[in-house]
């Protein structure tokens, strides 16, 4: 029920080009994807492959799952970066002003 909940917010969050482009653009090859294909059209033998079969349709869900996951952690490594930056810029900034309050003081 989780998941069938997740997909359904995740329906609803979709944007404009996700609705019209559901499929994400693969990085395999032509002769990789004919592999893939054929692999695919295969009747499998082993009952975990035959069980997997009925959670095809699911198959879209995990991919935006895991697109959000890798944007979340991207998302993390750029904040961890800015806060960092952050960071150094108070420490520069607060020898600035102990530089400049001892300018003051000098004359």
């Known amino acids: 029920q989780r998941i069938l909940r997740l997909a ?5 969050l979709e ?14 090859t032509e002769s990789e994807q004919q592999n893939a294909r054929s692999v695919l059209e295969e009747t499998p033998s ?6 997997l079969q009925d959670y ?11 697109k959000a996951k890798l944007e ?7 904040r ?3 806060a960092n930056r952050n960071q150094k810029l108070r420490g520069l900034l ?5 530089g400049a309050t001892i300018n003051l003081k000098v004359p």
């Open 56 to 66: 095809v349709e699911l198959e879209r869900f995990w991919q935006r799952f895991n």
């Open 72 to 78: 979340e952690k991207a998302l993390e490594q750029a």
């Open 46 to 51: 082993e009952p975990l492959a035959l069980a």
């Open 15 to 28: 944007t404009e080009e996700e609705k019209v482009l559901p499929f994400y653009a693969s990085s395999l």
């Open 80 to 82: 961890a970066a800015l």
């Open 94 to 98: 607060k020898q600035y002003l102990a």
């Open 8 to 12: 359904e917010m995740c329906r609803r």
